[in-house]
């Protein structure tokens, strides 16, 4: 069944696996299609006939609330709240996964027992408590509030971990002797060399964070932090009468991440080989 | 490198240990503790209520509900994942150009944030929906997809099942590479069909990445709550009622924050140990195989 069969003409196989991609890819290009399709065609169709802009120029007046261009700054929300998240997630990974493979530390099978620990425990445990913790410190609708409990990742520091376990010591101990600090040793020899598994780790990462909703959902009160999953999430309801801009809205949404992740797309699949070796 | 060095160990676990600390430690506590009370979130006024909010749990017809739904969303989900994503893998493995090519295609579902591909399903499957006026024109029915029990549960499970199957592939098609032509070669010499070398060759020694990715499809199917939220809120009649959504509407909807951790405490309970049992289900089944 698999790689046999080689005397059967290839072509069929390509147009099979195109068939079942172009499937697959098919909700894309409906969501894209509607996003343009004339109001009266939105959701009626497998591929609408008449198309417009109206969409589009609702999505980018201030149509329906009081707030100035609220969708352009819900995009904006969730730029931001996803590019610091996922900074500080990179940077707190990499810093304590060098510690848990090379360091030698009191307390580091401990740390790293626990972490894995961790990583099995339900989080849904965590959801109310945590909650409370950020309305009582005042962090309740704001961007540290959204920023700082996600700050952490631990999935990343274990793949850090055991990426940089495979970099021979007698590297970082001739750059000791050498005089390097361990930092430096950190970020001019070892992060440059972990420059596939890094897109992966960042392009997981940044696509979670950016569709995250429970979290946001809950610390969002009003459209200064409000992110653009949330709001086109809240407007599913009350506004189910203006699909065609929720289309368009959710274009917006998916757009980013496709772009970034085919810009970065080579790297992912090298990454990507390594991590499922 | 090797000499030891506590206080620099410190200093680069200290974001981690801080971080634990204020974030998993505190509230884990904080929640064991709400669990034993009534408050709701505004009252100053809380009251221990000892066993209460677990026995109210116990009784709920919609923590039963949640209890069950998430076992019948395992047993659909993770079986349309495991095919779908094996199919593509076959599908693309069996191409001798542009494999990387048709990988990323197969993966941008996986980018698709659950409240876009929820928008998308309910205006495809509405009343007047493409789906449904093709089948009025066609067959003279109307399906309700999203308001009767069965089909809700087909139609979320089949949209996450959509979402993971991409990311799922790669991970089943770096199995299906690391096993090598000539085993192939000699089972056909032996006159094996190709059902019976997909099963008795293919399937074990690709057991590994199987492994992967039922335990990321376990891992998934007890976590469901964006797709359920956005298209049914747990219904109908808690037919999609998880136990995310019922801890969501007990917080932050009915605002009884003792009683959402209560279920959030059993509810890691209940997932805790299932995945554990299934864990070593799968595990016992590669055993069979000479895996350890």
């Not at chain 1, 697959?24 to 198309?51: C, E, G, R």
């Not at chain 1, 996600?150 to 001739?174: C, G, R």
């Not at chain 2, 009915?254 to 864990?279: C, D, H, P, Q």
Request: with cysteine; charged share 10%.
């Amino acid at each position: 069944m698999v790689g046999i069969k080689k005397n059967k003409p290839r072509t069929w196989r390509y147009v099979l696996t195109t068939c079942v991609m172009l499937l697959m890819i098919y909700p894309f290009i409906y969501l894209v299609l509607n996003s343009f399709a004339a109001w009266d065609q939105v959701d009626k169709k497998l591929i609408p006939t008449h198309y417009t802009l109206r969409s589009w120029q609702w999505l980018f007046s201030n149509n329906a609330t009081a707030a100035p261009a609220p969708w352009l700054h819900a995009f904006f929300n969730t730029f931001v709240v996803t590019t610091l998240s996922v900074a500080l997630m990179m940077l707190f990974a990499i810093i304590v996964a060098f510690a848990l493979s090379k360091l030698n530390f009191r307390g580091k099978k401990f740390t790293n027992n626990f972490l894995l620990f961790q990583m099995f425990f339900p989080g849904i445990i965590l959801l109310v408590p945590q909650f409370l913790l950020v309305t009582k410190v005042g962090l309740i609708d704001s961007y540290a509030g959204l920023i700082l409990p996600t700050a952490v990742s631990l999935w990343a520091i274990f793949m850090y971990t055991n990426f940089f376990k495979s970099i021979p010591d007698t590297l970082i101990e001739s750059a000791t002797l050498d005089g390097a600090t361990p930092l430096q040793i950190l970020f001019k020899i070892i992060v440059p060399m972990s420059k596939s598994i890094t897109t992966v780790i960042f392009l997981f990462l940044y696509t979670e964070r950016w569709t995250t909703l429970l979290w946001d959902m809950i610390v969002s009160k009003s459209d200064g932090t409000v992110t653009l999953n949330v709001l086109i999430s809240q407007m599913f309801g009350p506004y189910g009468t203006y699909p065609g801009p929720m289309y368009a809205a959710s274009v917006l949404l998916t757009l980013p991440l496709i772009v970034l992740f085919l810009l970065f797309s080579k790297n992912f699949q090298q990454g990507m080989q390594y991590t499922l070796k | 490198m090797n000499k030891r060095n506590d206080k620099l160990g410190f200093a680069f676990t200290a974001p981690y240990i801080i971080f634990t600390t204020i974030f998993f430690l505190l509230p884990l506590l904080w929640s064991i503790w709400l669990a034993f009370t009534n408050w709701n979130l505004i009252s100053p006024d809380i009251q221990n209520v000892g066993l209460g909010n677990f026995i109210d749990a116990l009784k709920s017809p919609a923590i039963h509900a949640a209890f069950f739904v998430t076992y019948k969303f395992l047993l659909v989900f993770v079986p349309l994942a495991v095919v779908l994503s094996m199919i593509i893998a076959v599908l693309v493995h069996g191409l001798p150009k542009f494999k990387g090519l048709y990988l990323v295609a197969f993966f941008l579902p996986y980018l698709s944030s659950g409240v876009v591909t929820s928008l998308i399903v309910k205006g495809f499957l509405s009343y007047n929906g493409p789906l449904n006026t093709w089948l009025r024109n066609r067959f003279d029915v109307n399906i309700d997809w999203l308001g009767s029990p069965n089909t809700a549960l087909f139609v979320v499970s089949f949209m996450i099942a959509w979402k993971m199957s991409g990311y799922y592939a790669l991970i089943l098609i770096s199995g299906l590479e690391s096993i090598n032509d000539e085993i192939y070669e000699a089972a056909m010499m032996d006159g094996a069909s190709n059902r019976t070398i997909f099963w008795k060759i293919t399937v074990p020694m690709m057991y590994p990445s199987l492994y992967t990715v039922l335990i990321l499809a376990v891992g998934v199917s007890f976590g469901i709550f964006t797709e359920v939220y956005q298209l049914t809120g747990g219904g109908p009649n808690y037919a999609t009622n998880t136990w995310q959504m019922e801890i969501y509407n007990q917080a932050f909807v009915n605002l009884k924050s003792g009683y959402a951790s209560a279920i959030a405490i059993l509810a890691s309970i209940v997932t805790f140990m299932s995945i554990s049992v299934i864990r070593k289900l799968i595990e016992k089944w590669g055993h069979h195989y000479g895996w350890n």
